[in-house]
């Protein structure tokens, strides 16, 4: 089938399309399909469960909204440095599919609610933070520039650009006096400046607890195709800062502690001295927050999928706390207070 006519396959009809592919693949022995998650793109996951045989991952990304191969060449990448990414088993670009290695069915985030939950050890929880952690280093020491996209000014500014253009005029529908704008355009250069003096190093971009998995060796990577050259804050934000799961600040700076001593070690350019470090953490979790509220109103109001929005107020108030912390973020602290108020009294209503 030409790339054109698997495009205008939708629906019900690309699950026949995937079935009959997957047939092929696997010598026509029966098997069965069950809906393994779904993510914040067009991509669908389906769990393969043949008759006899080990289950696999069928990836649905259908060509017109989604492009398989920086998926197929980031596995490749990251596989090569040792850390536990979905194997690659069979591909078909034009169609959209691919086959690939089950890591199982428990994220990170299934199975640290569950032990905060059972009240177990914090050593549990910790132990899942150190492998993470460590599996981050892993991909940062075998940086190269060059062969990744850059995460350069244009894509951290355009990320910014979500937080007015969805979240402010789409979701709050304000628009904000000339003074304010002023204010929230200054952060953001601000933000831009520190972003981009950061040393840079291969990034995830999406690295937190939706996306890594509980397997035997922890943990399992997902969703790693966006995958950028970028500041070697952000990764660590994502995994601590993350925004479907909450942990006291202590506990979290405790982590960011270990990270740095590591990566220290290691010879990663991270700064020698941790106060530093920790600065250049909370402004680069600053722009992912201000990015990820941009991201859910988008995802509620374009795609339909307002399960997001129960999400924000967990990454407003990361948002709220990190810029009060700092000067030159006064203007777009008093800002979000503001905003984060506002939403506060429109979710009582």
Same mark, same amino acid.
């Given at each position: ?5 698997? $495009? ?21 022995? &029966? /098997? ?36 398989? $191969?920086?998926? %197929?060449?980031?596995?490749?990448? /990251?596989?090569?440095? *040792? ?13 959209? /599919? ?46 190269? &520039? *060059?062969?990744? &996209? ?36 200054? @952060? ?13 190093? /291969? ?16 943990? *399992? ?49 991270? @700064?020698?001295?941790? @106060? ?16 990820? %509220?941009? %991201? ?9 999928? $307002? ?36 939403? *506060? ?5």
């Amino acid at each position: 089938m030409s790339t054109s006519a698997s $495009e205008s396959v939708s629906g019900p009809d690309r699950i026949s399309l995937l079935q009959a592919w997957l047939s092929k693949r696997l010598d026509g022995a &029966p /098997f069965r399909l069950e809906p393994a998650s779904s993510d914040a793109s067009f991509r669908r996951y389906f769990r393969v469960l043949p008759a006899n045989g080990t289950s696999l991952i069928a990836m649905d990304a259908p060509p017109a909204q989604e492009n398989c $191969e920086p998926f %197929i060449r980031i596995a490749k990448l /990251f596989g090569a440095t *040792g850390v536990h990414v979905p194997r690659l088993l069979a591909q078909d670009t034009a169609l959209g /599919f691919l086959l690939l290695s089950d890591l199982g069915a428990t994220t990170y985030l299934d199975e640290l609610q569950r032990l905060r939950r059972a009240g177990d050890t914090e050593s549990s929880i910790d132990s899942l933070y150190l492998d993470a952690i460590r599996a981050l280093v892993t991909i940062q020491l075998a940086t190269r &520039p *060059g062969v990744l &996209p850059e995460y350069d000014r244009p894509l951290l500014e355009r990320e910014l650009r979500l937080f007015p253009d969805w979240y402010l005029q789409r979701q709050l529908r304000i628009c904000l006096p000339a003074s304010k704008s002023a204010a929230m355009e200054a @952060a953001f250069e601000e933000i831009l400046k520190n972003n981009l003096s950061q040393p840079r190093v /291969f990034v995830h971009r999406d690295y937190h607890s939706r996306n890594l998995m509980v397997c035997d060796a922890n943990p *399992g990577i997902l969703d790693f195709q966006d995958a950028v050259h970028g500041p070697i804050t952000y990764d660590l934000v994502s995994l601590l800062r993350d925004a479907y799961l909450e942990w006291e600040e202590e506990r979290v700076i405790d982590w960011c502690i270990r990270y740095w001593e590591l990566a220290r070690r290691a010879g990663l350019p991270v @700064a020698a001295d941790f @106060a530093d470090f920790y600065r250049d953490f909370e402004w680069m979790g600053v722009q992912r927050q201000i990015k990820v %509220i941009g %991201i859910f109103a988008r995802l509620a109001i374009r795609d339909g999928k $307002e399960g997001y929005l129960q999400d924000q107020p967990l990454v407003m108030r990361y948002l709220v706390r990190a810029c009060r912390r700092y000067r030159e973020l006064a203007g777009l602290a008093r800002l979000v207070d503001e905003l984060a108020a506002g939403a *506060g009294r429109q979710s009582q209503q």
